[in-house]
């Protein structure tokens, strides 16, 4: 992750929220929940920080990694932020009405319970959280052992861990947590790696630009990525994304 954001470019706070993880967040942002601010843990370049921020939204980011937070400073010194261990939050038990994660847990090989339980602990009770994780299916197995014979030499996985859903469900659940719901999600599906599937405005591959508009197809691209979620939504969907309150 630190070679991944050294030097690599701020994001603004334009996002699609028809799409993940916009219509997600939009979600929690939304929904009834206790007074106080909303974390974004592992902000990474800060899209979805600054897109609330701009809006007037209380919340602050929180990443490991120094300079993509002095970064973030750097285009808008207005934006609340704090470095910090996902497995030893810096700050007191209660402090947070929602905890958006997305992209976080599955970045982690080890102590993945007491990331969890560390998330409960600063949370409100009734707050809520909405975290993706990488699934254990066709899907990512696919994208793994493409990323592995592009890259022989290099390490195995950039994820460290992918879980069913039901390991996802239960994680949250067994970590002081209601689950509300679970939904299959296609982030970037390993036929959008194929540049003559893609939109032609994404002809081009630019990773952030395609974070903020979704990764998007042609009418080739779109048909067949359709229909392998219609028929296999478990298998094709290389993310589930969780909401559960805090209990």
Not at 132 to 150: C, G, I, P, W
Not at 186 to 206: I, P, T
């Amino acid at each position: 992750w630190q070679r991944r954001w050294d030097g690599g470019a701020v994001d603004s706070g334009a996002i699609n929220l028809d799409r993940y993880p916009g219509r997600y967040a939009e979600a929690v942002i939304k929904a009834p929940r206790p007074d106080g601010p909303v974390l974004e843990a592992g902000c990474g370049a800060g899209r979805v920080l600054r897109h609330y921020h701009e809006r007037g939204v209380s919340i602050i980011g929180l990443d490991f990694i120094a300079s993509v937070l002095a970064a973030i400073k750097g285009e808008d010194p207005t934006v609340p932020m704090a470095a910090g261990d996902i497995t030893k939050l810096p700050f007191p038990d209660g402090s947070f009405s929602a905890v958006l994660a997305f992209g976080l847990y599955h970045g982690l090989e080890a102590h993945l319970e007491e990331a969890m339980a560390d998330t409960r602990r600063i949370l409100k009770p009734g707050g809520l959280l909405c975290a993706s994780m990488r699934l254990d299916n066709l899907q990512n197995r696919v994208t793994d052992n493409m990323a592995e014979r592009a890259m022989p030499e290099g390490p195995r996985r950039f994820h460290k861990l992918n879980l069913t859903s039901r390991e996802f469900r239960s994680l949250v659940g067994d970590t002081g947590f209601e689950v509300m719901a679970i939904e299959y999600v296609e982030n970037m599906s390993f036929l959008y790696k194929y540049a003559f599937l893609r939109h032609a405005s994404q002809r081009v591959f630019n990773e952030s630009a395609a974070r903020g508009q979704g990764y998007r197809f042609n009418l080739a691209g779109t048909i067949a990525q359709r229909t392998a979620m219609v028929m296999a939504p478990a298998q094709m969907a290389n993310l589930a994304v969780i909401t559960a309150r805090a209990v």
